[in-house]
């Protein structure tokens, strides 16, 4: 088959791309490291490689046996590249391609994943021949997605504008129907996308829960730093002073607002910020805290909950899997390491399940 010569010729690895290195290795780095960008700006004059440079990238991200960052070559999808049979790789011609519409149909498509490829990369030739209409629709396929995603359903608050235009009725507000539905919706296309709800709210990608959150619910040591910010220390929560003045003078004395935690007000929290996590509460970590079991202080309110079905018990933290503990005589009773946490009914009920379990 004849090949013609720029393409027989073209650099196989970064290591071909002469005159390119500090370029070249911040490249293959951040390919080895299994870390590329979600966009690369590749910029010159003429012939300094920009296209093959693109082309060996996407090879690379996808390349089978990648060899120290560069691609091998000769894997199937390596080969696949560069005959141009792998659809998941697609070089555009953006001078005849410069409309709004073509970027808007791209966009539609990079909402799917790879055929056979580990990324989807698009090569966008002459970029700098797009609209101005285009060039806007392209920046929300470049914004970096998020490792971590808060989705709350919000109510306008009294004495704003869009309280106002609600109470004149210029402005509707979906009911509780349509918001639960939205909540739902959320966590299915959220979930679709690969982020896990962790608690009721946020979501996150493998690995990018927040911590302060999380220490926050499981009730742990935190200090808040600047002014106004809130701390919890062994059960004593206070709030730094709101004048910056005040604050400079002594950062780490002043304390506005010491609430100290009584013993039942330290259960409530535990159970009503724990529960809000996925992985919910463990009745082992009450009663060490406690001295007085989960049952004995909550048994009346989670059974109704657990027969409602607001409630569950999970056999494992973070798993989906609902494992009901035994049943005796009509009461479910968690086996050790079971956690208390949420169903997905309890979700839209939560206000209502965590209102309960204040003594
Ligand atoms: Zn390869």
Redesign the pocket.
């Known amino acids: 088959m004849y090949q013609a010569l720029y393409r027989k010729w073209r650099p196989q690895s970064f290591e071909d791309m002469v005159g390119q290195e500090p370029i070249t290795t911040t490249l293959k780095n951040e390919i080895r490291q299994g870390r590329p960008a979600h966009a690369y700006l590749l910029v010159g004059s003429r012939g300094t490689g920009k296209t093959s440079c693109a082309r060996l990238i996407a090879?690379a991200v996808n390349?089978?046996?990648?060899q120290d960052g560069n691609?091998?070559?000769?894997?199937e999808?390596?080969r696949g590249i560069d005959s141009e049979d792998i659809l998941d790789v697609v070089e555009i011609d953006a001078a005849s391609n410069n409309g709004v519409d073509s970027i808007r149909d791209l966009r539609e498509e990079t909402n799917f994943l790879p055929n056979i490829a580990k990324y989807r990369v698009y090569i966008m030739d002459e970029a700098h021949m797009l609209s101005q209409g285009a060039v806007n629709a392209l920046l929300k396929v470049l914004e970096e997605p998020p490792e971590h995603i808060s989705a709350y359903s919000l109510i306008p608050e009294e004495g704003t504008p869009l309280y106002d235009r609600y109470e004149k009725g210029i402005l509707e507000l979906p009911d509780e129907d349509a918001d639960r539905e939205m909540y739902q919706e959320t966590k299915r296309v959220l979930g679709r996308a690969g982020y896990e709800r962790y608690e009721i709210s946020n979501y996150a990608k493998k690995g990018y829960a927040c911590r302060h959150n999380c220490g926050y619910w499981q009730r742990k040591n935190y200090v808040g730093f600047g002014i106004g910010a809130a701390s919890l220390k062994e059960n004593v929560r206070f709030r730094n002073r709101t004048d910056l003045d005040g604050y400079l003078q002594d950062p780490l004395g002043c304390r506005e607002e010491v609430q100290v935690l009584s013993r039942q007000e330290q259960m409530e929290e535990f159970m009503f910020l724990g529960l809000r996590m996925t992985e919910g509460v463990s009745p082992a970590e009450f009663g060490h805290l406690f001295g007085h079991s989960m049952e004995d202080v909550y048994g009346k309110v989670i059974r109704n909950n657990v027969e409602d079905g607001l409630l569950q018990y999970l056999e494992e933290p973070n798993s989906d899997a609902v494992k009901p503990g035994s049943q005796e005589g009509g009461v479910v009773k968690p086996t050790d390491g079971m956690r208390l946490a949420l169903t997905d009914r309890g979700l839209d009920l939560s206000n209502y399940v965590m209102a309960q379990f204040l003594l």
Not at 63 to 66: A, E, K, N
Not at 71 to 75: A, F, N, S
């Open positions: 090879k390349c089978l046996s990648p691609p091998c070559g000769t894997c999808i390596c």
